[in-house]
Each structure stands twice: as structure tokens, then as C-alpha cells.
T-cell receptor, first 113, second 113 residues
Framework: DADVTQTPRNRITKTGKRIMLECSQT?????MYWYRQDPGLGLQLIYY???????NKGEISDGYSVSRQAQAKFSLSLESAIPNQTALYFC????????????FGPGTRLTVL | EDQVTQSPEALRLQEGESSSLNCSYT??????LFWYRQDPGKGPEFLFT???AGEEKEKERLKATLTKKESFLHITAPKPEDSATYLC??????????????FGTGTLLAVQP
């Protein structure tokens, strides 16, 4: 089974709708991240969390919110979706020991019509 | 401003034709440089972390090297299964506990049989 899972894998929604993307991990990592990826652009950080009580904004947090329900779960919400939020969304995790590398989930392809 | 530039944007090789991908970076103190592989529709897969100039890491046909200004991902005798987008990211050694990665836009590698 995958260490980092994301649901849904694909989602089509309409402008103005509220949607939630979910991320779960079995790696036992404290640190979790949400990124978006657009064609021709590097991955951009939306939000990150170092533990259940710690939430931080990334580079492009406007229009998004997050919830860290447990060490293993980190959800991303779009309060009122707009077409330019159409992108690939990735969740990532990192442990507090060892190397600084992050481990990514399989992604959610979101289309906002 | 911290920045990562990857070149070329796309590279087409014949099977067995060795080549290198470049990642140039500008960062205020390098904490780590990371290489990832990304297949279409999937999340980035961690390959290597490099921490200091002169360091090298190898995995199968891939070898990553690091200088003070850039990193190279050398691909020796590539096979079609090496076809993917290769992403480079850096982490700055700033004050504070953030582990934010700054990603390049990637090199799309196609290896033809």
C-alpha cells in the first residue's frame, strides 16, 4: 500500500463550489505539505504543517484553507473554487529525523469549470 | 531571491546515449539539493539529496553531482524506462524551522528505443 494517499484522484467541479482534497499518510511523519503544479511552473507551496497544532501559509495560500485532523491526515479546501485553481495538487510528508527529503502522494487532478 | 533553473526544458535521447541534465540555483545558504523523478499523472518520486559541493550520489544509471552553483544529473546508457520529467529542488538554510523546497520547472526526458 502507498505511504501517502490522496483522495479523490480526479475531480471536476464548477465555479463557486466548495471542495475538499484529502491526504493520509502511514509514514509516521510529523510534517505535511500541500503543493499545486501547473504546466510550465514549478511546484508551488500552498500550506504546510509541522504538527497537529501548527499550520503555516505557503507562497500561494489565497483562496485555500487547510485542516490537520490528526498526525496522519491533512486536508486542503477550496472555499469557492475558480477556474484558475485548475491544477494538479500534491500532498507531501517529511519526517523530523534523517534527511530533509519530502515524499509525495499520487496527486489530485482538479478541474474547475 | 532564491531561484532554481533547469535546462534543457526537454531532451530526447536514443537508448544508450548518455547525457546530463542541469540544475542551476541561487539560494542564500544551501541546506540541501534534491532530485525527483515524475512520471505522467504521478507524484514526484525522490531520487537523491546532496548537501555540499563535491558530493556525488548514484543510483543505477543515474549520478547526481553538486557544485556551489549547480547540480548535474548524469544519465549513463539510458533506457526507455528512464523517460520522465526530472525535477530539481533546493532548500535554503534560513533561520527558522521551515523546510520549504523551491522547485525548478523540470526537464522532460524522452529515451527512444
Amino acid at each position: 500500500d502507498a505511504d501517502v494517499t490522496q483522495t479523490p484522484r480526479n475531480r471536476i467541479t464548477k465555479t463557486g463550489k466548495r471542495i475538499m482534497l484529502e491526504c493520509s499518510q502511514t509514514k509516521g511523519h510529523d510534517r505535511m505539505y500541500w503543493y499545486r503544479q501547473d504546466p510550465g511552473l514549478g511546484l508551488q507551496l500552498i500550506y504546510y504543517s509541522f504538527d497537529v497544532k501548527d499550520i503555516n501559509k505557503g507562497e500561494i495560500s489565497d483562496g485555500y484553507s487547510v485542516s490537520r485532523q490528526a498526525q496522519a491526515k491533512f486536508s486542503l479546501s477550496l472555499e469557492s473554487a475558480i477556474p484558475n485553481q485548475t491544477a494538479l495538487y500534491f500532498c507531501a510528508t517529511r519526517g523530523t529525523g534523517g534527511g530533509n527529503e519530502q515524499f509525495f502522494g499520487p496527486g489530485t487532478r482538479l478541474t474547475v469549470l | 531571491e532564491d531561484q532554481v533553473t533547469q535546462s534543457p526544458e526537454a531532451l530526447r535521447l536514443q537508448e544508450g546515449e548518455s547525457s546530463s541534465l542541469n540544475c542551476s540555483y541561487t539560494v542564500s545558504g544551501l541546506r540541501g539539493l534534491f532530485w525527483y523523478r515524475q512520471d505522467p499523472g504521478k507524484g514526484p518520486e525522490f531520487l537523491f539529496t546532496l548537501y555540499s559541493a563535491g558530493e556525488e550520489k548514484e543510483k543505477e544509471r543515474l549520478k547526481a553531482t553538486l557544485t556551489k552553483k549547480e547540480s548535474f544529473l548524469h544519465i549513463t546508457a539510458p533506457k526507455p524506462e528512464d523517460s520522465a520529467t526530472y525535477l530539481c529542488a533546493v532548500q535554503a538554510a534560513r533561520g527558522g524551522a521551515t523546510n520549504k523546497l523551491i522547485f525548478g520547472t523540470g526537464t522532460l526526458l524522452a529515451v527512444q528505443p
